[in-house]
């Protein structure tokens, strides 16, 4: 029996039969259609009244989440672009005579799509829910969890961090472990080539990875190898290397203080647990789940007569979902089409996977009155079958089995009829194919978009169509015109079958039936190229198929027939014919293939302003896929002519030289990589930090209890690798987050009325249209906020926005938020708000300001928050110097530019809001980094007393910045809904509005003017810097300026100028207000320093990582803003040795001979390496902000229950608080608890951010314990020493003593705050450094260094991460899991932001994009942040040894933001790669941020890149958003 693992229980009892035998009927209608799905839910039947609530317009997501109550699937996007709503689709296939496990995004898929089959959730897969029995260890508990492997593989490998990704990463792998048929659990292989259509904002990934891998049958079976992928007992390093895997085998040797852990290592020993729990055979569960009812072989003749009914459903709800028909023959289809299909007679729609009219109905809300989804019985259409000549695609045949066909052609051994053609043309034919359809969107999709659905979409970026084109696929199109007349079928060739933009030859009445496939002839060949912005679930920037087939002449070899078609070059997938003319009949060789290339340039040349931009680099790519596929037809030619009998009597080959063979390949056949890391920290330690000297401070015994140093015991929970306490909840769905709280009685939705347009006055807003609506309650503005006698301002610093936009007001960005509709479901209530009509008055004169630049143009600032840094002699005097004491002045000067980023966390902005006691109180359960703030505001805007109204706050899926300000205006439009209508109003915005109108990192632009000395040795010194910054704060201050002076305090990085000023601008544009982002300003601060590095290593022609090295902070310098390094003062300074430690043991010196070797053979493919460092002041630099308070109960059964002030967003601040407070406690962790965040229990908090979290709740946490413990120790002194301490409170409870404390902190005064406008005092020491009369803005550093290597692929742009090694001083970890878990994600989010992520609004460089100032980037399909195969191939990362902080709790350091900047050793990677590209030569170039595949290919210069564009070379920039 596997399904042990699910808790059956857990299923409401309502909702399901608890029996596996079906008994009852489904409704049918007079003609013997069935009018209601049978669908199986995690393997038990869904009751005819609920599965008759399904509507053919609704999705498998909305009737899980909201008909059946199932909140573990989660709405992450919506799109299909995140994976979240990952479920596994279970269903016999006849065709293979197996079931097929599939995983699926539920976000799309239809419900009714699911008739007869089965849908697993994470609700199926395991649970948390105990056995019933009764353990008192906490050991004894963990084992007898429901957990499954992949479940239990997730916890114990800290897979999870906010846990909003995790159930649809686990459904992902149990789809992939499923899918194996009976050949057992997957391979490594297999996953890596797979898990593809998941995203996660937290993690990184790698401990995802590293759960998968665990799982795998062929994982660690063979040899140990470590990281490195070196087998250890063969590694020459063995025996310096301090691998685990190696260490182990040297037993005795190495460190014993450093905790080594590898990949490798960690997964061999899981497999042990897993096989000794729940034997070899855990991945069959959902074979033993699948209802045998549904199997052909049923003896249950009622459901067989049942679903052999065609399915009609028609919703005569108030959604009015139109009707749904499935039929089950091909007769029965065409019958449909031609009596609706016609205009005339209604339309109806075919949907398949539903991945195109999905995101059609979600996002350009067409409506369809006739959905038609075709049975799998009718095998014409699902078939994909071979004949000697053609492959024959069933229109509607998932592409992932067209790609399992291809793999089944691909590995057929040939060794048999190695010389039979037609087998290797077979494989010739699929392998395109094949190649192609891996980087098709992701498995999810593959699993149920079909090829039809592709070709009739005719998506100008299609990427099959080019490649069927130059195939020349047939396309065979049936229609039935006449009742009970035949089919008939006609055939047109897929070239000719786009006629315009999203248009084809296909009349209403005709459904795609099939795709033919001819198989390629001798010395024909066929190339698929793409190139997305990021290699996984991308759609194409271009796309093309190229085939061309060769024929031996008396000289040379000719092209004899030739087909080269495109997508992404024009409004439809196009042939180049002209440039085909200008090759048929052509000697094969280079000079052709550059004339054509001459051909193809003026064939598609594209306007500036072309929809989807990006011009130049589209007619660049085409040239340099055409010249990849010269190379790669060359070298085909070359195998078969020398494998070829007659190979004497062919013509020579054109020779290809060795240098240039690295363009052969690239995106689309390049292998997925395998990530493997390693990761270390010193051994687990209690260590003590500032408790002791602050709560010896303030009480010395208590200080005693809590801060003397202690043998090591069992008991201890500071400093041990601790899972994330609410690991399993996230791992089985039953983490709830703020969407996923049962409805309360009552319940309405809320959706937002957004602007369309700015630079407008508002002029009007009626709602009445909305309201004629059925199911909309109502809609509420600024008046009902008027009639509320509300305050309608907000904002965190200047009370500069507002809730709803009040009419006659200007609206100053697109999405601004005017309103909210009511209404009875989330679908109604969107209807609702599209249906209000908003006028606009006549735009302001001008264009709307959008870019920094134009706000530099038009002097739009904050002028009151522009601040200024100076320190040492008047830097524009110095930097007109030529010398300086004789020696000679190097001076850079230039601009730096660092595109936005957008938080992507993956659950978007979330509020229930119910109201209380006649409409007088408030609830708010919010997903916010700040309850407090949340509390204010709603508390203010809906005339409510901040005591009546509570926040509370269990846990975010992810925050990473933008839920500290920006979720506190959703949840003020659900406060005011709630309290107009009385009524509890959940308000949980898509993520396309999320995007549009919650802001992100802000964009800065900087000019620079630096100067260094050169000195007689050589070495080149920092001598001054003058520099200017401006951010791009969108239309409200929100925290532009906070962040401002963060970027100017974290300028320096860590190098020594004398010689100092900046001067930071907060510029105003028609952006939505940009706010916090992890980092908060500090790494477009530090990026500016290491362009200006890179610039003078290129200037004075010295080595960049001597030269940084060079010019570190030492302990006896001071930052411009005057704070001192050194124990006393900011603690140890470990940056040098840091950089020194990976310098030496990663031989940054061989890496780069290797590189320049690598890079000297290879002209296209190119490597670099990048070694950077940072600091990061850690505190608050508002000072008040720098405080915590907490809450803490000690209950009689000796278990503690803690509230602080911190949110917990993933960052694992409870589970750091709960081994703060057990250890105080001396109990074990699992005997402390944090339930949530909430104003009622700790008030006026302070937002999680600037990583303070652990710092200031955790000593407030201390201080709490430390009052109780206090109190109850004259208890104790009465009991044996070893009394536990449930008998300890028992007792004082009964002796009438408090076992409830309040517990505070505040930063010292003196290390923290930072005036930017005090001026020297009179009396100010001499000797005291300059500016530091203006404060301590920092209480430390966290400080790190990080190694990158990159490769590019100087012809595409494309590149990939070959290996980051980190290492972090983050003090004396607390938790070092969860702090590795913190510097893997913050490094992948730092990669991120500096190499794919790129946000676009329409500006002057993207003038396509409408309305001006409109966000362009508003979900998964246009956004990309980093994927599973993004990581980096060799990630590893250490904890710094011996580095306590006396600053800090425990001594720990503050971790969340500082990692974040090392993720841009990546792009300094890139950059490094492109000067290589560009020639030793090249001299310096303005590298922007991020580093797109565009940037990347247009940077490197060459040729092809330089014919495509209009100007010079040397000032040509990709166009961007800043
Ligand atoms: C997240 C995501 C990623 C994607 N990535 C890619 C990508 O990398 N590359 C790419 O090219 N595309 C991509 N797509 C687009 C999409 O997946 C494909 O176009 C897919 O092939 C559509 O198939 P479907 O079965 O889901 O179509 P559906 O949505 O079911 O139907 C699409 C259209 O085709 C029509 N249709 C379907 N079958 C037939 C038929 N047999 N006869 C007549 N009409 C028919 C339907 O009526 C409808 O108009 C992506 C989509 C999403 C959501
Ligand atoms: S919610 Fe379905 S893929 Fe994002
Ligand atoms: S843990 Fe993956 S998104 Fe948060």
Redesign the pocket.
């Known amino acids: 029996m596997h399904t042990r693992f699910r808790s059956l229980s857990r299923l409401p009892s309502s909702t399901f039969h608890t029996s596996h035998t079906f008994t009852h009927s489904l409704p049918t209608n007079n003609s013997g259609y069935r009018t209601a799905p049978l669908l199986h839910i995690n393997g038990q039947p869904v009751p005819p009244s609920l599965a008759a609530q399904a509507r053919p317009n609704q999705t498998l997501l909305s009737y899980l989440r909201s008909t059946l109550g199932l909140t573990g699937t989660k709405l992450g996007c919506g ?3 995140c994976g979240a709503c990952t479920v596994v689709l279970s269903a016999y296939c006849p065709r293979r005579n197996t079931l097929l496990h599939q995983s699926v995004n539920a976000c ?1 898929f239809p419900v009714l799509a699911c008739d007869g089959k089965m849908i697993t959730t994470v609700e199926g897969v395991g649970s948390w829910k105990k056995l019933d029995v009764h353990h008192s260890s906490a050991s004894a508990r963990e084992k007898d969890d429901n957990l499954h492997p992949i479940q239990r593989a997730m916890v114990d490998m800290h897979g999870s961090q906010c846990g909003f990704c995790t159930p649809g990463i686990i459904m992902a792998m149990y789809g992939l472990f499923a899918t194996e048929d009976g050949e057992g659990p997957s391979r490594v292989s297999h996953l890596e080539e797979h898990l593809d259509g998941n995203l996660c904002r937290c993690t990184g990934y790698r401990p995802i990875w590293d759960a998968a891998r665990s799982l795998c049958v062929d994982e660690g079976m063979g040899v140990v190898r470590g990281p490195c992928g070196v087998p250890c007992r063969e590694c020459p390093e063995r025996e310096v290397c301090e691998m685990e895997c190696n260490v182990r085998e040297r037993e005795g040797v190495g460190s014993m203080d450093v905790v080594h852990s590898c990949t490798q290592r960690k997964v061999v020993e899981f497999r042990k647990v897993v096989d000794e729990k729940h034997g070899s055979d855990w991945w069959k569960q959902p074979m033993d789940m699948f209802p045998k009812e549904l199997l052909p072989t049923t003896e249950n003749t009622e459901i067989r007569e049942q679903l052999s009914k065609p399915l009609v459903v028609v919703d005569s709800s108030i959604h009015n979902g139109g009707t749904w028909l499935q039929p089950h023959t091909l007769e029965e289809l065409l019958d449909l089409f031609r009596d609706y299909a016609p205009a005339e007679k209604g339309g109806i ?11 059609e109905t979600k996002f350009k809300h067409a409506v369809y009155n006739r959905l038609v989804h075709p049975k799998e019985s009718i095998h014409s ?1 699902y078939e994909v079958l071979e004949t000697e000549s053609h492959f024959h695609v069933g ?2 045949s998932s ?1 992932s089995a067209l790609q399992q066909f291809c793999h089944r052609v691909l590995h057929t051994n040939l060794a048999t009829d190695v010389q039979n053609d037609t087998a290797l043309h077979k494989k010739r034919t699929a392998k395109p194919i094949h190649d192609m359809l891996r ?4 498995t999810q ?1 593959r699993n ?7 070709l ?2 005719a ?1 100008p ?5 080019p490649l069927l084109a130059s195939m020349n696929a047939q396309i065979v199109l049936a229609s039935r015109p006449v009742s009970d007349g035949g089919i008939e079928r006609r055939k047109i060739a897929v070239k000719d079958f786009f006629t315009g933009y999203r248009t084809v030859d ?1 009349k209403d009445i ?4 099939r795709v033919d496939i001819p198989m390629v002839s001798e010395f024909e060949y066929v190339a698929p190229f793409k190139q997305a912005r990021r290699r996984e ?4 920037i271009v796309t093309s198929g190229m085939r061309m087939r060769l024929s031996p002449s008396e000289h040379s070899w000719v092209i004899a027939d030739v087909a080269i078609a495109f997508g992404g070059m024009a409004p439809k997938t196009v042939l180049a014919n002209k440039t085909m003319a200008a090759m048929l009949g052509k000697a094969f060789e280079e000079s052709t293939f550059a004339e054509a290339r001459a051909v193809l340039q003026h064939e598609f040349r594209m306007p500036d302003d072309v929809p989807g931009g990006q011009a130049e680099y589209r007619l660049t790519l085409a040239c340099s896929f055409l010249y990849k596929f010269y190379l790669h037809c060359a070298a085909e030619l070359k195998k078969d002519v020398e494998a070829s009998a007659s190979k004497d009597n062919f013509p020579a080959v054109p020779a290809i030289p060795s240098d240039e063979e690295s363009a052969i390949g690239g995106f689309v056949s390049a292998p997925k990589p395998s990530i493997r890391g390693a990761q270390s920290f010193p051994a687990p330690k209690v260590a003590t930090g500032l408790e002791a000297t602050h709560l010896a401070a303030s009480n010395a015994e208590s200080a005693k209890v809590l801060a003397s140093p202690k043998e090591p015991s069992k008991l201890d929970s500071v400093g041990q690798p601790a899972t994330h306490a609410s690991g399993p909840l996230h791992c089985t769905g039953e983490a709830a987050y703020t969407d996923d709280i049962p409805a309360p009685e009552n319940l309405l939705h809320g959706s937002l009325i957004l602007a369309s347009k700015c630079h407008a006055p508002l002029a009007s807003i009626d709602i009445t249209p909305a309201l004629s609506i059925p199911g909309v309650f109502g809609a509420y503005t600024h008046q009902d906020i008027e009639k509320l006698g509300g305050d309608n301002r907000m904002g965190p610093i200047l009370l500069d926005d507002v809730a709803f936009l009040p009419v006659g007001e200007k609206v100053e960005f697109v999405g601004q938020v005017l309103g909210i509709v009511v209404g009875a479901s989330q679908e109604i209530a969107e209807k609702g708000a599209r249906a209000v009509v908003v006028e606009y008055g006549e735009e302001e004169a001008g264009n709307a300001i959008v870019s920094i630049e134009d706000a530099i143009k038009a002097g739009s600032f904050w002028t009151d928050f522009r601040h200024e840094m100076k320190r040492g002699g008047d830097v524009y005097h110095i930097l007109s110097q030529t010398e300086v004491d004789g020696k000679p002045l190097v001076v850079v000067e230039g601009s730096i530019r660092s595109g936005g980023q957008e938080h992507f966390y993956l659950e978007p902005n979330s509020t229930l809001a119910i109201p209380s006691e006649s409409g007088t109180n408030l609830t708010i359960y919010a997903s916010t980094q700040a309850p407090t703030k949340t509390q204010d505001f709603c508390a203010r805007v809906t005339n409510t007393p901040a005591a009546r109204v509570v926040v509370r706050m269990k846990r975010m899926g992810g925050g990473f910045g933008g839920k500290e300000t920006r979720s506190v205006f959703s949840s003020v439009a659900a406060a005011v809904a709630a309290k107009c209508s009385n009524r509890p109003v959940r308000l949980t915005l898509n993520r396309d509005t999320d995007m549009s109108i919650t802001g992100g990192r802000h964009a800065f632009v900087t000019y620079y003017r630096a100067g260094a000395v050169v000195n007689d040795d050589g070495t080149v010194k920092l001598h001054a810097l003058d520099v200017k910054l401006y951010n791009n704060g969108g239309c409200k201050f929100d925290l532009t300026g906070p962040v401002m002076d963060r970027a100017l305090f974290h300028v320096d990085n860590c190098y020594n100028w004398p010689n100092f000023h900046s001067v930071g601008t907060p510029c105003k544009t028609s952006q939505p207000p940009h706010t916090a982002f992890r980092g908060f300003g500090g790494p477009q601060g530090m990026v500016i320093t290491e362009h200006i590095m890179d610039h003078f290593a290129i200037k004075c022609n010295v080595s960049g990582d001597k030269l940084r090295r060079d010019n570190m902070y030492t302990l006896q310098d001071c930052t411009p803003f005057g704070m001192r390094f050194g124990d006393n003062f900011t603690g140890k300074w470990n940056v040098p040795s840091m950089y020194d430690q990976l310098y030496n043991t990663l031989d940054v010196p061989g890496r780069r001979a290797a590189i320049a070797a690598f890079n000297a053979k290879n002209k296209w493919t190119k490597r670099g390496i990048a070694l950077i460092p940072t600091k990061f002041g850690i505190a608050f630099t508002a000072k008040y902000m720098n405080q915590g308070g907490a809450l803490v109960h000690l209950y009689t059964d000796g278990t503690v229950l803690v509230s602080h002030g911190g949110t917990e967003m993933g960052q694992g601040l409870h589970t750091k608080v709960c081994q703060v407070a057990a250890q105080a406690f001396g109990i074990p962790l699992d005997d402390v608890y944090v339930n949530d965040s909430s104003t009622d229990k700790v008030a006026n908090t302070i937002p999680s951010a600037a990583s303070m979290s652990t710092d200031l709740n955790g000593m407030a946490t201390l201080d709490a314990c430390r009052k109780i413990l206090e109190r109850i120790q004259p208890i104790r002194d009465q009991l044996p020493p070893n009394a536990k301490l449930s008998e300890v409170a028992k007792k004082a409870f009964y002796e009438r003593v408090d076992l409830s404390a309040h517990g505070f902190y505040a930063l010292d005064n003196d290390r923290c705050g930072y005036d930017w406008n005090k001026d020297r005092p009179e009396d100010f020491p001499v000797d005291l450094p300059e500016n530091s009369w203006k404060g301590h803005p920092f209480n430390y550093f966290t400080q790190g260094v990080a190694l990158a290597e990159v490769e590019i692929d100087v012809l595409t742009g494309d590149h990939k991460t070959l290996s980051a090694d980190v290492i972090v001083d983050v003090g004396s970890s607390i938790n070092p899991a969860i702090d590795i878990g913190q510097i893997e994600g913050a490094f992948i989010q730092g990669m991120g932001w500096s190499t794919i992520e790129e946000v676009v609004y329409a500006d002057d460089d993207h003038t396509w994009i409408r309305p001006r100032a409109r966000v362009f980037t508003t979900g ?2 246009t956004y990309k942040i980093p994927c599973f195969n993004d990581v980096p191939e060799r990630f590893n990362v250490s904890l710094l040894e011996n580095a306590d902080n006396p600053f800090a709790v425990h001594s720990s350091k503050a971790v969340g933001e500082p990692p974040f900047f090392l993720g841009c050793s990546v792009f300094f990677a890139i950059k490094d790669a492109v000067t290589a590209a560009r020639g030793e030569n090249s001299g310096y170039f303005e590298f922007r941020m991020p580093a797109t595949s565009e940037r990347i290919r247009m940077a490197c210069g060459d040729v092809i890149s330089s014919e495509c564009i209009a100007t010079e070379f040397s000032t040509f920039q990709p166009k961007g958003s800043f």
């Open positions: 799109e299909g672009g799309l729609k075919m949907v398949v996977g539903n991945t195109e009219v999905g995101i259409l229109a509607c592409l980087w098709f969107a992701s999709i149920v978009a079909c090829l039809g659905g592709n009739a979409t998506s970026i299609s990427d099959m169509n296909k005709e459904v795609i039936e679930d991308d759609i194409s998964p399909g």
